[in-house]
């Protein structure tokens, strides 16, 4: 059983930057990726980036792109979550997750393919 736990979320401003991280409990020798996935009011969980947790190959969702950098630290079991540029349309609770999954973007970029989820993290961004 992996446990995941993210921290960074808060309320900031368009524009402003916030890194999220999510410390795992362990990896197990089959964890193969570890992905952040955003939920907004009213809306399904979507996809926003996924990290290959050997080779550091990553996917990003179009939204995001060019504003959001994932990273982990493979000393400290930890992935995180740099936002820049942030967005009100970024406002969301995001979850990170684990997954043993092959490295295949039709597979890791869909929440299906993770095991384990985090509780999730408050993202608010005001105009």
């Known amino acids: 059983q992996v446990q995941l736990v993210e921290s960074g979320g808060g309320l900031v401003q368009a524009g402003d930057s916030l890194r999220l991280s999510c410390a795992a409990s362990?990896?197990?020798?089959?964890?193969?990726?570890m992905g952040w996935f955003r939920q907004a009011p009213g809306k399904e969980r979507e996809f926003v980036s996924t990290?290959?947790?050997?080779?550091?190959?990553?996917y990003y969702a179009d939204s995001v792109k060019g504003r959001f950098t994932i990273s982990r630290d493979y000393t400290k079991n930890t992935v995180y979550l740099q936002m820049n540029s942030l967005k009100p349309e970024d406002t969301a609770v995001y979850y990170c997750?684990?997954?043993?999954?092959?490295?295949?973007?039709?597979?890791?970029?869909?929440?299906?393919?993770?095991?384990?989820w985090g509780q999730g993290t408050q993202v608010t961004v005001s105009s």
């Open positions: 997750a684990s997954s043993r999954s092959s490295w295949l973007y039709s597979r890791v970029t869909k929440m299906y393919a993770y095991d384990y």
């Open positions: 362990a990896r197990t020798f089959s964890t193969n990726a």
């Open positions: 990290i290959n947790w050997s080779d550091g190959r990553t």
